[in-house]
C-alpha cells in the first residue's frame, strides 16, 4: 500500500506576506480537519518565502520543499541555487525536471539527471518530473517520449536511490490549461511507467514507487484520479494557490 502524496507547486508566485498567510491558512485548514496519517502533504514555495514556509510549519507533518536546485554546489552559476543549500535551509524535497524548467529553461533528461543526483547527494527527496507535449501525444510517440524522460533522467540511479524518488507524470497539453487527461488516460500511462520501472528495477521497487498525476488538478476531478490503482496522488499547480481547493484536493487523497 502505497502513502499518497499531495505537493502544491506555487511556482513564480505570491510575495512574502502573501506566501506566509497562505501557508498560515494552509497549516490551520490541515490541523483543524485533515489527517495527515494516509497522505504526504508537501509545500513549494519560491525559494525565498521556504525558510519561511519550513519555520511555519514545524511539527505539522507538513513538508517544505525547493522549485528547483542547481546541480553543482557552488561556484559562478548567477541566479542559481544549490541543492546543498535547499538542504542547509532545511528543506525535505526538490522538484526536478518540472515541463516549465524544460520548456523555458533548456533543461533537457541530461540537465535531469544530474540534479537528480545532487538532490539524491543531499539526502533531499526528489519529486522527478516528465511529460509529453501535445504534439508529441497527437503523432503518436509520448511512449517513446516518456520513456527516455524516464531512463535518462534515472541514468545510474540505482534501486537503492529510488527510495528517495518520487515521478510526477505531468503531460504538458493539461498543466494550467484546465484540460485534465481523463482519468483512464492518465491510468493508462501511470500503468506504462510502472511497467517500464519493473523492467528496470524489478517488481518489488516499482510497486514501493509513487508515481503522481499533474495536470490541472481540481477539487471536483482528484478524487477519480487518485483512485486509480497507480496514480499515487498528485501535483498541483493552480489549485494549490487557494487554501481551500488545496485542503480539497488533500481530502480526496485520504
Ligand atoms: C504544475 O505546475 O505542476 C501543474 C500541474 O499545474 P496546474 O495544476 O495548474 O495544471
Redesign the pocket.
Known sequence: MRKKIVAG?W?MNNDLIESQSLITEVRGIIRDELRLDNVDVILFPTYFALPSCIRLLEGTGVYSGAQNCHQEKSGAFTGEVSASMVKALGASHVIIG?S?RRQYFGENNIICNAKIKAGLEQELTILY?IGETLEERESNTHLDILKSQLIEGLNEINAQQLNNLVI?Y?PVW????GKTASAQQAQEIHAFLRKEITTKYGEAVAQRLRILY????KPDNAKELFSQVDIDGG??????LKARDFAEIVRAAQ
Open positions: 507547486n511556482k518540472h516549465e518530473c510526477a505531468e493539461a498543466i494550467g490549461t499533474g495536470g490541472s488538478v501535483l498541483i499547480g493552480g489549485a494549490s
